[in-house]
């Protein structure tokens, strides 16, 4: 007997309407819409990642946790809105414009600190304030699921904060 | 010849009863349903996948709603659930319906629930009216629910204890966190008597069926022991088991055929993992895949001699649709070790309120106690904004250490009549379509000033409670929402074919062999979660439902 996951859930559905020529049925899918991400915003999505969610000694933080690659396979999941995907993708742009005014060439070239200052105006504005909504269910997603969606590696979120995960736990391994 | 002897639509807390009594009776049972099969070995406790994604319900760009809602001038304003972030009226679609996914939380209505005209007189801006059926006649189905779902518990008296034909539960109640008895020792010093809520969950193995393993992680997940009673571990698949009871999962019904007498002749469904589309032919049709989207197949299902649907020759299909509200509340504790996920306790001291604001006598409602849910990823993003600014960073990670590692929060749920309006009702959408071409469930959904009366009620209560144990940081929120997981009504049941759609054995006034047993025929809600009364309903419909095949 397996568990079966959203992944295999998915696949199987999705293979049956293949199988069927009917794949176009069920999915409101755009291909182009669901590219990964591409290296400029990766970089700046990794560099205000990194301070939404800071690694100390200790304590795991958004690197910790692989949390920009969870967010890039998130991203081109059709369970994820188009709405969603596009906020995120235009606030990156949006930071790497922000940090060009203040002099750098993309945000991820500022120091952390500087990062700060940079998404703290952002979030003063209705569109960085809409980002943050955006990239923080991902970004805590990453953190606190279970390790087989690709973050929070051997539990290590979890262990921080002293939470036990319910069982049974998904047993496959993302391919 | 007809496919089966009854076909039923739906296979949660609705149609499992009537397929089960059927099926046990000899009769030959095909349900429908829209979802997927998934049983005990498919489930995880996988917060994305089982909370955060669309894996148990449709995806709301395929699926979705309409929502209308009252705007600040008067009028009313629609969108698509599609459109709109956090509104979302499905529960689960797969065998076994919401039942899966359920916490479980079993209170029985009160006799005064089914006579609150009678008792408490109109409330303005309000349509309450009386049940049909007494409280005596729905008693022997709670007992049953008891046995055959499978119900523990203890009785312990307190004022509004339930009337019962038996001394104590079938099951013994469930091991409980410490916080239990700290609760049954200072709810006296506020007035207040707590007692254990009974728990659709099995304390140990019974047939197929495991025992509860004290995962924890319980509402909102299917379970994966089959201690949790739904529809399909405790009903179904013993309906299956008599030979006689066909479930067919991911079949969509979107007409209910009628000949020109007006009978129900077959249900036209669609496979919806190929498109195709199929038929059942039966001799008598349950209607039963919860209360909006039962109000909508009806309304799809024009026929010669039900131009405006069945069931809707005076227009009352999808009228009086009933949610839940009351609003809820949480406090924080110092962290408790203990890995025992229930404290199963309830207060219904003011089930009835006297209070001359309120007119005098007037209904109250139901406080459930409950340790605050697990999940990691929803904890702590109820947790990024601080006076609704973004909190991130070293500032963030800091509370969530105190705030999730440091400590244990305990909440209350206030459960409160959502009354039964004029302006909350399911009509279909003119606009918006389904993946399927089909109009989708219009939903308007209205406010009344008594909800939230009611419920700060309740809330000023909750945190006395929370305060007298030594809670910190109590919060309190009481904004006559709707409770989309609690829904009911839509097809009222009644004596008179002029004020409702089902007669008092939920069958509909006017297509003799066609019944609706979901939430749908309750015409006022009592002030409890819904399911044990949809049960019981259910198992005395089919009781009703054999006598007349």
New interface residues.
Partial sequence: ??????RT??AR?AA??AA?G?AA??R?HRPDDRQRLDEARWRALEAAQD????S?PG?P?ARDVRATAYLDAALA???T?AAVRARIRDGADRLDALAREHGAPDFAALQPEAR?AV?AEF?DTPEG?RW?DAV??FT??A????P??GGNPDGIA?D????????????ETRA | MTDADVCVVGSGAGGGPVAFTLARAGRSVVVLEKGPWLREADFTKDEIDVCRRRTLVPRLTDEPHVVERPTDDGGWEWFSTADAAGWDLWNACMVGGATNRMSGFFHRLKPTDLRLRDEYGPIAGADVVDWPIGYDDLEPYYDLVEREVGVSGRVVAHPWADRRSRPDFPYAPLAEHPLAAAIDAVGPRVGLHPFPIPRAILPFPVGERRGCEYSGFCGNYPCSSGAKGSSRAALLDRAIATGRCEVRPHAMARRIESDARGRATAVEYVDTRDGAVRRVSAKVFVVACQPIQSARLLLLSTGPRHPRGLGNARGLVGRHLLFSTGGWGLGRLPRDPSPLPFVNRAVQDLYELDDPALGGRAKGGTIDLLLAHPNPIAGALSRVRRAGRPLWGDALKARLLAEMRDSTWLEFENFVDWLPLPDTHVTLSPHVRDRFGLPVARVRIGRHPRHVETGERLAAAGRRLLEALGAVDVVTRVRGLPATNLVAGGCRFGRDPATSVLDPDCRAHDCENLYVTDGGCMPTGGSVPYTWTIYANAFRVADRLLAAL
Avoid: I, K, Q, Y
Wanted: aromatic letters at 10%; charged letters at 20%.
């Fill in positions: 007997m397996h568990r079966m996951s959203r859930f998915l559905s049956a309407a069927l009917l049925c069920a409101d301070r939404l969610l800071p100390s304590a933080g999941e059709a369970d809105p700060d998404l979030f304030d943050f923080m269910p805590l997603e953190l606190l699921g279970d087989v969606h979890w921080w904060l002293g939470h036990r995960p319910g069982w049974p736990r998904p047993a």
